[in-house]
């Protein structure tokens, strides 16, 4: 009985021990937020932009979701977060998980934070320490013998860093990047365990911090004015706007320096920056050509992270994943090269966004056909929300991080390697190094040297002279080894591109050789020979002290003009100092110095100037050289010029390059808009020089006419949108300069001011008849795009070339092509030529090509007649004048683009022969004062520091810009 009751009872043990053990499997089963999964599935327009990672949200109190911090779930139509709110979200995660940490990565431009934070499990954010650590090393294998790699390896996990928000129009990364973070923080899943276990996840959520809540509160702005015209968000962060992503070679910005403070603290392998355009979710490898100086390996990751993402989502039914076209792989501009420079891998998505919040059909034209990269393409129309953004830009991201930390030691091993790679490349691809010549202008050789020291390249000076390659080289030259783990930084910002015009159209810049753009000497060395070279490692930026020679009883102190952006400071720095500029180059005792050269008189200046003197050209590194008797040369006086730079309301990127280069250099100047001009009758009295940088959409009559709209539109801070305005605001940005500011511009250089249009903008002086005997015209061969150009002063004696020598590498952005002369002022007609009698071509007739023609029925020979021959005969030229423009006979050319076959420095070039010769800088005279056309761009996102000097030998000479012109203008 017993032993049965016994065996009776068994089951029912086991049953109640099933009934016990339930809540547990239960409870292991890890609840769903039911509110919050309900809001996704109803903000989801179509179940095939759901994923099973996404398609709930688990709950896991007392780590708070989005929604309750913030109210609502993420991707919530019509709901943007602002900065401070997407930052106390992380914040607040951080506080409550031991899976999360939340670090400052800096302020921005304008004093806002920027948050990064790390998601792995418990161990490891306990160990984070130690994983950064293992990266460092792992970055620089000179430190490690190969057995302790192996080691490291086994001991570290990979660091993937997503970026998001840099584009603040494309908004939905920094709202999605609060879900992932929670998702990754929570779910009990195998799925994100094994992500948490074999790798930290490193978040930015918002990289462009300023624009993000001015963006946010023109979209709060549109939802509430319904009725009224769209705001634009004219300003992003406060200078560069879309271009924010073409900070990587220059690092001007606050938000690159951030990112690389961040990239160095943690070398993360991957590094995902999120942007939003095109359908549906474009994952990034490009069609090529791929940048020529990253490691092979670089490049196979990318596709290998790629296609892992399209073939989990096309598996899911997911339409519209893919890769291969959009961007071509090849300029180094992109945030994305903090990771690519330093041997990591850089990506990025493109989903698609562009809308806000919005949830509207959205139709997709020719991006819905197939293509060999896109079997699966976007759907021809589609009803389209903010959720299903939210849900691909995830979905697809936690497939590229699972895909990592199921290879997570392929990925770190890889680092590794390549960082290796990086070091041998100096003896097996090489080159051995590169030398950068300090002599002829150390100053800007030492800011080609600090900026490479900001991107992590290590610098050496030389201890003594050395001979390389047949060529001497004196003690303190720099030398970049090759045999360092940011070789191919190095190499990459110092060496020529070239991109064949038939390849693939260029999605940026095609050159960048720094060297050239910064006119800094600088060679390419492959003799290994090189690194034998005694030499010391700067451990800090290179400061050159300056220093004043023979003070004593000198008359007048010289300061050769090298074109070094540090004289301009000099001018502002002693700003009642009188100064001159030498008109022609001279000798004293026997050095030379250059047309332009600065001479400071002692006796018509103030009693303490030497003394101010010194002081100063001590901390800015010039030297100053003091002289017994003044120089036998011309001279005239150096301005201290009040300049403007000018800005639209219609576009603000590229002059927000110009403001930051003055800002960097520490040059002042007034920030003005079109309405300035339109509204000031007296320009003059207020500045001297105003320079109107590049502006997209600008034809000259959208320039004038502006931004159009029956009722005001502000760009100003206001209490309800605290984030609007900045840095220039306007109750009403309707309207541009107007024909009443044209006039205003006209009398302004007529009552001696300097107009400076930079590239397009030529346009208005041209097409508003302010210059006539220039033109823009539109060769038909032409193929360049950001390219470095070689250029030639063909009047050296302008004050605009001072300090320059002959040549001077340009970037050309393939518009404007100018024509000047009689052509540009007849609208294409070469008078000159039509009245020539020298035929150039010969006519029909008897004999060969080079045979004299002979007319039948007279004598062969002609007579000869002396003054007959070529050009328009005298007796018409006296009419013809009253019919041809006055600065015909006073326009300068001052920079030419060179001969074809010098043409190219860099880059690509096709159709040489429609620039070749024509002018780069072109100044034309009206009333008092000029005009400067620059087709080149002198201030191009931080990089062509060698070409400022043009633009501010102009505004320091701005009132003797006639000096030193030529009789005869050549018209080669
Ligand atoms: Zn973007």
């Not at 008109?583 to 047309?595: L, Q, T």
């Not at 800005?647 to 930051?660: A, S, V």
């Not at 041209?766 to 539109?778: F, H, M, N, R, T």
Request: glycine share 6%; charged share 25%; with cysteine.
């Amino acid at each position: 009985m017993n032993r049965f009751s016994k065996k009776s009872t068994r089951p029912i043990l086991l049953i109640f021990l099933c009934l016990l053990l339930l809540p547990m499997t239960l409870t292991a089963r890890q609840e769903v937020d039911k509110e919050y999964t309900q809001k996704i599935l109803e903000y989801t327009t179509e179940k095939f932009f759901l994923t099973e990672l996404v398609d709930y949200l688990p709950a896991s109190p007392p780590i708070p979701n989005p929604k309750e911090i913030l109210g609502e779930v993420i991707g919530a139509p019509d709901i943007l977060h602002y900065t401070d709110e997407i930052n106390r979200y992380m914040k607040a995660v951080a506080g409550k998980s031991s899976r999360v940490m939340a670090f400052s990565s800096g302020l921005s431009d304008e004093g806002k934070e920027m948050i990064t934070v790390a998601v792995s499990d418990e161990k490891n954010i306990e160990r984070l320490k130690r994983i950064k650590e293992i990266m460092t090393l792992l970055a620089d294998p000179r430190k490690i013998e190969e057995s302790e790699a192996d080691k490291l390896i086994a001991e570290g996990i990979p660091i993937y860093w997503i970026t998001g928000g840099l584009h603040s129009s494309e908004c939905g990364s920094p709202e999605m990047l609060m879900e992932l973070v929670y998702r990754l923080a929570v779910d009990e899943k195998d799925f994100f365990q094994t992500i948490r276990k074999n790798m930290i996840v490193l978040i930015t959520p918002i990289l462009e911090v300023d624009g993000r809540d001015r963006y946010v509160d023109t979209y709060r702005y549109k939802k509430e004015h319904k009725d009224k015209k769209t705001l634009p968000l004219v300003y992003w962060g406060n200078y560069v706007a879309h271009d924010n992503n073409r900070d990587n070679i220059g690092l001007a910005l606050k938000l690159t320096e951030n990112m690389m403070k961040t990239y160095f603290e943690w070398h993360p392998v991957i590094m995902h920056d999120l942007h939003e355009s095109v359908p549906y979710l474009y994952t990034s490898t490009g069609t090529g050509p791929y940048n020529a100086w990253l490691d092979p390996i670089t490049i196979n990751e990318w596709q290998e992270l790629a296609y892992a993402e399209i073939s989990e989502m096309t598996k899911r039914d997911v339409p519209g994943v893919w890769t291969h076209g959009f961007f071509d792989g090849w300029s180094p501009s992109y945030a994305f090269y903090v990771a690519m420079f330093h041997n990591s891998t850089g990506r990025f998505y493109e989903t698609f966004g562009g809308t806000g919040a919005d949830t509207m059909v959205r139709n997709v034209g020719r991006q819905s056909q197939r293509a060999w990269f896109r079997p699966n393409p976007p759907l021809s129309a589609v009803k389209w929300s903010f959720r299903n953004n939210i849900n691909l830009q995830q979905s697809a991201l936690l497939f590229a991080l699972k895909h990592t930390a199921d290879n997570h030691d392929k990925f770190l091993r890889n680092f590794y390697l390549k960082s290796k790679r990086s070091v041998a490349k100096a003896t097996t691809e090489g080159p051995a190094g590169w030398v950068i010549l300090s002599e002829k202008r150390p100053l800007a050789a030492a800011d080609l040297v600090n900026l490479l020291r900001k991107h992590g390249v290590e610098v050496h000076r030389a201890k003594e002279e050395f001979t390389i390659e047949k060529e001497k080289y004196p003690p303190a030259s720099y030398i970049i080894r090759m045999d360092q783990p940011y070789s191919r930084c190095a190499d990459m910002l110092l060496d020529i591109q070239y991109y064949n015009p038939t390849d693939p159209r260029p999605y940026d810049d095609t050159g960048w050789t720094l060297g050239a753009l910064h006119n800094v000497e600088i060679r390419r060395i492959v003799e290994q020979k090189i690194l034998d070279v005694p030499m010391t490692l700067l451990e800090e930026n290179v400061k050159i002290q300056g220093r004043m020679l023979q003070p004593e009883k000198a008359v007048a102190f010289l300061i050769n003009h090298t074109a070094e952006n540090t004289l301009m400071n000099l001018r502002f720095a002693l700003k009642d100092v009188k100064m001159l500029a030498a008109e022609r180059s001279f000798k004293v005792d026997d050095k030379r110095f250059n047309a332009g050269t600065f001479i400071i008189p002692v006796e018509e200046n103030p009693s303490d100037m030497a003394s101010r003197l010194k002081q100063i050209v001590e901390e800015l590194g010039l030297t100053a050289h003091g002289v017994k008797s003044m120089p036998k040369v011309k001279t005239h006086p150096l301005a201290v010029p009040r300049i403007a730079i000018l800005h639209t309301w219609i576009f603000t990127q590229n002059e927000g390059w110009f403001r930051l280069a003055f800002e960097k250099l520490g040059i002042p100047y007034s920030y003005i808009s079109v309405h300035d001009i339109r509204d000031t009758k007296d320009l003059k009295s207020l500045y001297d020089v105003i320079i109107f940088p590049p502006v997209m959409f600008g034809k000259a009559q959208r320039l004038v006419n502006g931004i159009s709209g029956n009722s005001p539109i502000p760009w100003k801070k206001s209490e309800k949108y605290p984030h609007l305005g900045g840095p220039d605001s306007s109750d009403d940005i309707r309207g541009g300069m107007g024909l009443e500011g044209v006039v205003h511009l006209k009398k302004f250089i007529e009552d001696g001011g300097l107009f400076v249009p930079i590239t397009n903008t030529a346009s208005i002086p041209i097409d508003y008849g302010l210059a006539e005997s220039v033109a823009v015209i539109k060769p038909t061969k032409l193929k360049t795009a950001g390219s470095v150009l070689e250029a030639r002063f063909s009047d050296l004696n302008s004050p605009v070339a001072y300090g320059y020598d002959h040549t001077l590498a340009v970037h050309f952005n393939g518009a404007p092509v100018l024509e000047t002369g009689m052509k540009a002022a007849t609208g294409g007609i070469d008078l000159e030529a039509m009245m020539d009698s020298e035929a150039k071509e010969r006519a029909s007739g008897r004999g060969s090509l080079e045979d004299p023609d002979v007319i039948q029925g007279r004598p062969h020979k002609p007579p000869k007649i002396k003054g007959a021959g070529t050009g328009i005969p005298p007796e018409f030229r006296d009419m013809l004048n009253l019919y041809m423009p006055p600065d015909l006979t006073t326009i300068r050319v001052i920079l030419r683009f060179a001969r074809k076959e010098k043409l190219l420095v860099s880059g690509m070039l096709a159709g040489e022969e429609d620039l070749q010769n024509r002018a780069a800088v072109v100044d034309v005279p009206l009333g008092k004062g000029h005009i400067l056309f620059f087709a080149i761009n002198p201030m191009w996102r931080f990089q062509t520091q060698g070409s400022f000097f043009l633009l501010f030998n102009a505004a320091l000479n701005y009132d003797n810009l006639g000096v030193g012109k030529p009789k005869v203008q050549s018209t080669e």
